[in-house]
């Protein structure tokens, strides 16, 4: 058992070293194949260890590999915990890198940096894996900045375009800042508790006074917030879309921003000992899943509507966790990660398609010569938007009948209202670019289907957004114990009904909309004239509410002219100058006393005396005191004394 | 009383051919006035009992040390008045009392704080020579045998540096050599 | 009146002051070693009189080093002396500037 986790732990970490090896060598395609193996590896170990967990029971792996620090009364681990939260997230994270892994080995085919683009990947997968399995707080800040370092390099992997490092920068400072919340929350449950492994940590928390509980809640999400892209430090997620297309599948919808969430679980126990924390997440959850799916409604960047509609989703996760259904909230993560990494990676192939053209008004008409693409994107849309008996459809309802038993009917209205807008934007992205004319045409682009092997790699990922949600029951056996968690039941079957079913008629009602506004045939690339262009609504959401202008006017701005004033003023004027000053004034000390040294004998006798007038002068002073000292002490206390 | 007429007689006088040393412009005078000051320097080595130590004084200053100054002067032109560095007098003033007044509070200190243990006493009934000598000979030994052999490398030193052509050898050299090198004109 | 330590520690004192005026002041190398001379002999009064008083014959052992230093002093000064006056016919401080950096 042991050995499984560290297999499943380090073969990622040997797949990063090995093909760490090659970042400076040409593309060799065999770097991509065996990371892909080790990779596959630690899938199987995590699957073996999922079995046996489901088989034997309630047992947990706990290993402690080595001790990282012990002083004093500090005492931290490099511990690992495979219990069932943690081997599920396992699972995820290593099929879902499995698949993308292959999946870059078809996608990456042209690029330079092919054997650079496997070591980042596997390093982020060992990272992750790290972030999953700590049994600490700080076991899981290591994993917590491991990914967040490699999201950095990643996103900026095409280092040469100013906007992959500016968005490479932007996604690192925003998660620093929200770090450093989780920092202090880290801090203060050290401080509280006296110590950082869960187990120790969550027991100690019971006994604690609400007040304190409620901070280290509230800086633990902060952490949260930044790792899952949570308003107000949403804007880097859509930007991080900067880098490859799998990267994007994998990261920035999968696994690294669900780890908020994750973390939200995984301090269950905290967060259940403070309800009012927990509605806070709730409504902030879904005031995101609002707030993004408006901004997808209108924007007109494939990958950036996919981007906003995992930040809804997210949204919908905080508030499955907030209002304390945590296992729905991990549910909903696992089901998110198969349809979402596999939008992503059939957007992926629609980008291959069209040489990296990101807009869908330049593409439609493109079920005809990519049909597998097609299908694929067409059932994630429909796990997504929540059509049953798709993946989506189990896992967002029971978020909504849990807000709704719940009685937070506030949430439930706001996320159902969302679970319309998923359905039209998701929609209208794949009407444009599947159906209607053929638009590209005019640009002069010959799409054409992806390798065969990445459309096999990305079955597996197909066949579970189909059918994950039989995957429901089993799973909330399995977890029920550990995360306390009920199933919600609606009292009246009726009620139910009428949910379940209008909720249905809802989204199918949005879906046939989008179809029919936009797959048309006369949608055209749209030139900024129309009516509906020129509305403030849209203009509003289409600057994503002007919150990167508010950012970059009122934060960036003031703080670039704000270092500009301490570099000009503080560091030029007094800390350069007290520097230079120093050196001034041994130059200048230098160029004064040069004419003592002007060889003339008489001189430096003379200034020999002087010198030793200087030393006697020493002498006699140390004297005195050393005979004095008392004395002297006696008077300096009464001086003191005065 | 003799002990105290005694000090302030020859006080005065060593004060006095000092400072005629160090004032005067005449290098003939100034060397008189030395030799004679370090002969009533030797008065108070006597007064203090240290006899040896006054008998070396007058051998070996007045002996040696002027007798060398005075073949030095000889090379120099002496008949000349000595020129004076026109110098601040108050800093040359100022300083040398300065500093003498620093030394006096040195020395002083350990006196008043009685500090002091004698390490090497007097014996009462020996004489001051046979002390000096079985001090001399046991315990400064080393020092004593240093200060023999700075003073043989000072003799060769004084020999090298002032005496003509030492890096030659005529003891080695053959007869023409000798000749040539009496033709060359004197150097320097 | 009896003559104390003090008294001659405060002679020994003066006669350094001129000692050391004369080696501030003095120009001509020669007269400059003779007010070294005298530098010299008042510390010998100071180390004789201490030895005296105190009964210690340490005193007198140092005064006998410093007249032994003091002789080859002498002998390597006036040897040096002699050199620079052949060279450059005369023994004035001023001019030694061969130092200069």
Redesign the interface.
Known sequence: METLLYIALFAPLVSSMFSALFTTTPKKTFVGVIASLLIFTSFVSTSLLLASIVINGNESVHVEMMTWMATGNLYIPFGFIVDKVSVTMMMVVTLVSTIVHIYSIGYMDHDKSFNRFFAWLSAFVFSMMVLVMSDNYAGLFIGWEGVGLCSWGLIGFWFHKESATWAANEAFIMNRIADLGMLIGIFLVYWNTGTLQYEGAFEVFKTLDPATLTWIGIFLFIGAMGKSAQFPLHTWLADAMEGPTPVSALIHAATMVTAGVYLVIRSNELYSLIPNVGLFIASLGAFVALFAASMALVNRDMKRIIAYSTLSQLGYMFAAAGLGAYWVALFHLVAHAFFKALLFLGAGNVMHAMHDELDPFKMGGLKKVMKWTWIMMTIASLALAGIFPFAGFFSKDTILEAAFAEHHFVIYGVLLFTAGLTAFYSFRLVALIFHGEERYKIFGISPHEAYRFMLVAMSPLLILAMIAGVLQEPFFHMIEEILSAHEYHIHSHTTLWIMLVGTQVFVALAILYAYKKYANAFIKVPDGTSAIENSFVYKFLYNQYYIPYFYEEYLVKPYRELSDIFWNKVDMKILDASVDGIAGIIYGTGEKT?AM??????VM??WM??G??VL??L??VF??TA?YSENITVIFSGLGAM | MFEAVAFYLFAFLTIAMFFITVTTSQALYALTALAAGMIFISAFFFILGADFLGVIQIIVYTGAVMALYAFGMMFFDTTRKVKEKRGNRYIIVGLSTLTAVLIVVIFAAPMVSKNIVALYPVIEDAGNIQLVGVILFTKYLIPFEVAAIMLLVAMVAGIVLAGKKMDISLTLMSSEEIKKEENKKVLS | MEIGLNHYLVLSTILFAIGLAGVIKRKNLLLLFFATEILLNSVNIAFAAISHYYGDLTGQMFAFFIIAIAASEVAVGLGLLIVWYKRHGNIDLETMKSMRG
Do not use: P, T
């Not at chain 1, 040294?597 to 008489?602: D, H, I, K, P």
């Open positions: 040069r040294q002007s060889g003339n004998l008489s006798l003379r005396v002087v030793f007038v006697l002068s002498a006699v004297g005195l005979r």
